[in-house]
């Protein structure tokens, strides 16, 4: 296998082993019109296993939403070949566009253009709520 060295991008390491292509779908990096490398289950000293996402261009990512779908990514962004900024990600406090609420009483079922918006309630046992019903999201 062979992966070229970035020149200018973003590298998402230590995502847990087997949640890459839940990523890739999120982010929708299907749409980029630049190459995507997609490394699942490769060996690591640290976690055992893992996976890795290379974006062989620099883009906005939402850390929030990285965050929600796995804590412990972490971030390189890679400017001529050379790291110039690393982001360890944690659970976020609030997240938007990524959850909905199911609860039908809620106003987000009659108000459509309100955003679906969920804060952290319980870092511990990674439980976010609805902020206009307080539903409780279901865990990942």
Known sequence: ???????NGVVL???????AMEIYKVLRLDKLGCTVAVIVNAASKKMGRKDVLKIYDVIDLN????GYLDPGITVSIIENGEVVRRISLDLPEQVE??????NPRCITSCE???PHVFKLTDRSRKVYR???CETMAKNK
């Open 130 to 132: 609805c902020i206009y």
């Open 97 to 102: 566009g990524v959850l909905r609420c199911k």
């Open 13 to 19: 390491d230590h995502i847990t082993a087997g949640k």
């Open 63 to 66: 850390f929030d939403v990285l």
């Open 112 to 114: 459509q253009e309100l």
């Open 1 to 7: 296998m062979m992966v070229n060295p970035i020149q």
